[in-house]
């Protein structure tokens, strides 16, 4: 469990480095719940606390559909669009860092030459990148799908071995104390006790 969180907790915070640098917003802010019930989690199957497992199970549950739905936007299906600007809350225009930024991306700044714009506005027009900053995105998307997946799977393992200890737990002097003894003796005999007299 502690390598995956450690892969868990370096995948989401890669991420989260690239969406602060491209003020993206809704991605960091879910990357920062992310890293947070990520070690809960973890601290949850250290101390052998269930609930914090099964609140690292739901959020994983969450997390896998949040990916999803990046993947959908990025990749535009259902009518979604990457040139909005959903991921940034509608605050600013920014956009992925990977769309200048990208491997082998070139990226220049054009001065517009429509005289109605500012003189020191500028576009930047990028070429020459080995892979689209969508699919780029889409990777990384992929890839925290996966590995929340195989902690959902095994954070369920986690909880069920966690019940099946607790059921089988005996407590001193408890109900199946007899269990590893002989067996309980139904009717017990009573013998009287002779009251002792006072010696003169």
Not at 20 to 49: D, E, K, M
Not at 66 to 84: A, D, M, P, R
Not at 94 to 112: A, L, T
Not at 165 to 172: N, Q, T
Request: aromatic share 16%; with cysteine; glycine share 8%.
């Amino acid at each position: 469990m502690f390598c995956l969180c450690v892969f868990l907790q370096l995948a989401a915070l890669e991420r989260q480095i690239f969406d602060f640098l491209g003020f993206q917003w809704a991605p960091i802010l879910g990357n920062f719940l992310q890293i947070i019930v990520v070690i809960l989690g973890l601290f949850g199957t250290i101390q052998f606390r269930p609930r914090y497992i099964v609140v690292y199970t739901v959020w994983t549950a969450l997390w896998v559909t949040w990916n999803v739905f990046i993947i959908c936007f990025y990749l535009e299906v259902g009518g979604l669009s990457k040139e909005t600007d959903l991921m940034t809350f509608n605050i600013s225009m920014h956009r992925s860092w990977w769309r200048e930024h990208g491997p082998g991306c070139i990226r220049r700044v054009v001065r517009p030459s429509s005289p109605g714009i500012l003189e020191d506005y500028s576009y930047v027009s990028v070429t020459g990148c080995m892979i689209d900053f969508q699919y780029l995105e889409v990777i990384h998307s992929a890839i925290q799908i996966l590995l929340s997946l195989i902690g959902f799977v095994y954070a369920c393992y986690v909880i069920s071995i966690f019940m099946e200890e607790e059921d089988s737990f005996d407590f001193i002097g408890g109900l199946d104390t007899y269990s590893y003894r002989q067996p309980p003796q139904e009717h017990v005999e009573l013998k009287p006790v002779k009251p002792v007299g006072k010696v003169l």
